[in-house]
């Protein structure tokens, strides 16, 4: 086989220097003749019915060239997911209530931000206050205020429920009768924000032909257009989503977003362009929050440490609307059974509807809260048996072939060479007994060692479920490549042009990346769900394949000899037993146009995950295939616990990641890094305060996201069980969302590991920390 | 709503002579992104605490949104645009790309300009320089990692640097 030239290389990313010299245009960045502010009027109240709304003074100001209410739109529901059982839930602008504070009520566009902002002013509306409920266990009880009186209900009598995912196998009860021990814990997880640092932003212009252009800053520009379209009542094809550079994202830019539909609207009333950006404090108060969980979990083990039974019950505050809350109290359980065995299991899973806002999925969608739980149990378990934690997981671990209770073959997964590797590199099991001997110690600091594992799904079946690319082979030979994929800073622009170069055997350089413009790029599935690298990548090697062999038969011909005897390397293509005779890519290309009746080279690509699966998973049952590729992950977290001031300071990660194959290292290494830190911010400090359903710390300076001088050191150890060969589509699994997992988990377990503290609850603040310290002490004493 | 009037500042941008009018109320960082379009300077919170907005004033790191429009009068500032030369990368900007210093992009124009600024005054920072020089930019994308090793590789240590 012929060496990869640029798959798996750290090729630095295309995009790097136009980042770094400032020309990148992002949404924020947007700037068109006449454009117009727009503003959001927003709810001050959690639960309300709208009497009235007057605008008549905001209209009448002057400056101001369009207010839309509810009153100028069709009143078409959207939601995250739109299903028989789950219909859309959501108004785009709200029509006779709003059910959470920041709900959007109405929009203004003005030619400036400040009489924008004094038409919101004008505008009067008179509520009738309903009562509120803001705690999901409250708003289960059958007595709490209903929320959605009209919304078909999926648990009878409650009323809030919105969500109910139940499954199960084997017999649990039995499973628990015949164990050695149970143990049974209820883990809480924080409201957290995302933290993108380009704010929400949206410059939408509805033109006189008729076409609403839009720029926003998302995670994938179809699925934004078919919800615009669906909500406006108008074709996909009058809608035209366009690229721009992307300032982060983490989940949180998924979905519809209502300012996205109200300058659009506002740009249909006045055709002129209107550009809507958040305030930082707006995308606190008023963005889609990340989404909290509550986990239950009862296990059931042997005395050798085996898993017998495990029982779980995830509780999700979806707020207001379902958002992905219906989705998360899915995926936690893919969380919880993907990566370890266990023979007997139940699940529920419940999302409820409170007067909180609605919530986004963000990196990880539910795998570190319920990796939290599961993991701390684990460590729960193994003190109780005398056990390594490491042993107690090998001894559990899924192992290569394994067939999942969905149907999903877990193939080649790496799981357990993960935790042997991790474990050998940080010498896990000397430390994890001193870390135990610093308990009894009376050092001030003291040091801990802990480690957190998952497993990730790689790309589902979720609109557009698939992807397709176009490689164009220009005049010259230098290749274009069209992807509907948007790099939300992952670097997919990057990585699809290694694929292309290496099916096409040139230089990565001379490939041109034209990508997430719904008018001419081909449909894509989006950044999100993991399966980018695997779903689009496979069509961008179909496309760039399918060019190779359009030019290799055009080369064929003019050199007289036959495809297999051909050779390609830097836009040459030789005859490989005698390399004088050769053509360039150019001269190729040109013979393809004069000698086939003008046919340029196109290769075009096609990519479905589990094509022969018609739909996604059950969100109800679980049952039916999640996904095609699971990757695995084992991280350890070495702390320092300062028992005087309860900090607790993270001294260094060490990932050992089974990501397939990794198509640029560089580019794994930085998700890496990134979710390191995110995890840190999760587990240590990060929480969005909330009273009445009204975020109370909605900035950066009461919002504690890691800053450098908390910077964790960082190491990985690459378990690469897939390969990259020509003429087949290859395996690459997920790398950017589930690491955050066994950060937050791996830390969780350190800091038992170094002072006897359990903490069940994220984040761990030093001021719990303390209370939990002098607890234990009096406890000892 | 009565809005203050305008003044007429000369300032240099990027080593370019400017005379601008500007509204007195307004910052720094809305004259060069909305008057001037120099949108390589971006905002990440308006409220003085991520750094997104950094720009160099007479080559000291400042807050641009902090900062009112007429206080640059007669300075020098320097935003991102103004680092390259011709196509050339600066060697930060280099290193930052070299480095995988950059993911999103949206914290690198403040980030590579606080850099400069350390640079300039101590070409030869420790790692503790670094972290602390960098400490008011936030970055949500890269855990810092991998722009602590470009701004090493940048400076007299990592052979960097003049
Ligand atoms: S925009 Fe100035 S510090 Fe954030
Ligand atoms: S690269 Fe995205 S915030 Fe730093």
Redesign the pocket.
Known sequence: MDELLHVGRSIPRKDGPIKATGRAKYTVDVALPGMLAGKVLRSPHPHARIVSIDTGKAARLPGVRAVVTAEDSLKIKHGFVETPRYPADQYPIAVDRVRHVGEDIAGVAAIDEETAEEALSLIEVEYELLPAVFDPEEAMRPDAPEIHPNNPKVDEPYRNIGGKTATSWGDTERAFAESYLVREDKFYCQMRAHGYMEPQATVAHFDYSGKLNVWTSSMGVFLKRAKLAKTLGIPHSSVRVLKTYVGGAFGGKIDLFHHEYIASLLSMKCHLPVKIVYS?EEVFKAARPAQPLIVRIKTGVAKDGEILGQEIEAINDSGAYHGSGVVVIFLAWGFAMAPYRAPNLKYEGYSVYTNNLVRAPQRGHGAPKMRFAVESQFDMIAEELGMDPVEFRLRNVRKPGDILPNGDSVKKFGLSECIERVAERTDFRNRHEAGKRERETGATVKRGIGIGTTAYFGGSLIYPNSSSAIVKLNDDGSVSLLTGALDIGQGCETILCQIAAEELRMPVEEVQIYAADTETTPVDIGSWISGLTYVTGNAVKKAAGQAMEKLLAAAARELDADVEDLVARDKQIFVGHSPERKISYARAVAASIARDRGDSIIGEGHFRTMKDVPTHPSLASTKGRWTENYSSYAQVAEVEVDTETGAVKIVKVTTAHDCGFPVNPALVEGQIDGQVSMGQGHILSEELRVENGCVINPS?LEYKIPCSLEMVETDYIDVITEEYKRGHHYNTKEVGEGYVSGTVASVANAVFNATGVRMKKTPINPYDMLAELKRIRKEVS | MKKPGKRLISLQINGMEYEVAVRSDRTL?ELLREDLMLTGT?????????????VLLDGSPV????LLAVEAENREVTTIEGLAENEKLHPIQQAFVDHGAIQCGYCSP?MILTAKALLDENPAPSEQDILHAIS?N?CRCTGYNKIVTAIRAASRNGKGGD
């Open positions: 930082r950066f | 960082l971006k905002e990440g919170c308006d409220d003085g605490s991520c750094g997104s907005c950094t807050r641009s949104c902090l403040g008011g936030f």
